[in-house]
């Protein structure tokens, strides 16, 4: 029987040929490496793609997952983000993932956990293994002589049925101590480049954090990126987007123009966003224009507020 639950980490090669985002890795190198409980050391890899940008974090890890004499060997390659937060994971065929009586997961089990995962506000991040397990119900093995206490009601929903420490060791090797290391490595060569490549990116993490690191005095610089994130960001970004932008493009022609030929393809909120930013600017006939053309597009609260503007910049 195992008594002592060990961890191994090793360094991925170009064996593994694409990322999760199918860029095609060019080269890896090792990125840093950590202790885990019990002294186990922990390598954690950094991937570049093909224009040799940093593109994302990987391991390889092979771990016992065990509770009693219920004990199988996890073999599993883990993917990040550049900002530590988890994308995929990969096993090989010979070792797929199981659950209580070495049931191999199904589709749905994949799905679910990748999900748990992904959620770092997960309630497995307050939670130790004992207080998981309710030992006043026991599930008896068909395969191992052995008993093992129910998944507590409380934690039943985060965790994939009859998998519950392999959720929780898994959740807490993605979200733990790697991914904070992550986030700081990154931030040691974060970058001008770096920056414009997430303000460029489709990920609204790499996007919202990219927002955070331009300088006060440089928006500028960034009003294409701007501009773009304004229009087609996901989640809060575009309103982090907005308050990007400098004072002085609300009154400049072309970017005044842009900004309420936008107001069309908003979300509702945004609308109102942009059309309150605009009250007491004044606005080219151009720009008079355009929020005619885009009134059929808004509520009846919204044209008051469009026939309010139009009416100050007669």
């Not at 060990?6 to 060019?26: K, T």
């Not at 960001?233 to 990007?244: I, N, Q």
């Amino acid at each position: 029987m195992l008594k002592k639950t060990f961890l191994l980490i090793s360094v991925l090669g170009l064996c593994m040929a694409l990322a999760p985002n199918n860029h095609r890795v060019v080269r890896t190198e090792e990125a840093f490496v950590f202790f885990m409980e019990d002294s186990v050391r922990v390598a954690v890899n950094l991937a570049y793609a093909e224009n040799d940008e940093p593109d994302h974090y990987q391991s390889h890890v092979e771990t016992p997952v065990c509770k009693d004499s219920l004990c199988y060997l996890v073999e599993i390659d883990l993917f990040w983000d550049l900002l530590g937060n988890f994308k995929d994971y990969r096993l090989p065929p010979e070792a797929p993932l199981t659950k209580f009586d070495h049931e191999k997961f199904d589709a749905a089990d994949h799905v679910k956990l990748k999900k748990i995962l992904a959620n770092k506000t997960s309630l497995l991040r307050d939670y130790d293994m004992k207080s998981l397990v309710d030992n006043s119900v026991k599930r008896t093995s068909a395969v191992v002589d052995a008993t093992t206490g129910a998944t507590s009601t409380t934690i039943k929903d985060e965790v994939v049925g009859g998998a519950l420490y392999t959720t929780h060791r898994l959740w807490h090797i993605v979200n733990g101590e790697a991914a904070r290391k992550i986030l700081q490595h990154t931030e040691g060569f974060f970058d001008d480049s770096l920056l414009v490549q997430m303000l460029r990116s489709e990920d609204y993490h790499y996007q919202y954090y990219a927002l955070t690191k331009i300088p006060i005095d440089a928006t500028k610089k960034y009003l294409p990126e701007l501009m773009h994130l304004v229009a087609i960001g996901d989640e809060y970004v575009p309103f982090f987007a907005v308050e990007k932008l400098p004072a002085h493009i609300w009154k400049e022609k072309d970017y005044q123009l842009k900004l309420v030929g936008m107001i069309g393809n908003l979300n509702f909120e945004m609308q109102n966003e942009i059309i309150n930013r605009l009250k007491g600017i004044p606005l080219t006939p151009e720009s008079v224009a355009e929020l005619q053309n885009v009134s059929p597009k808004l509520t009846d609260q919204q044209k008051v507020k469009v026939k309010s503007l139009q009416k100050a910049n007669q």
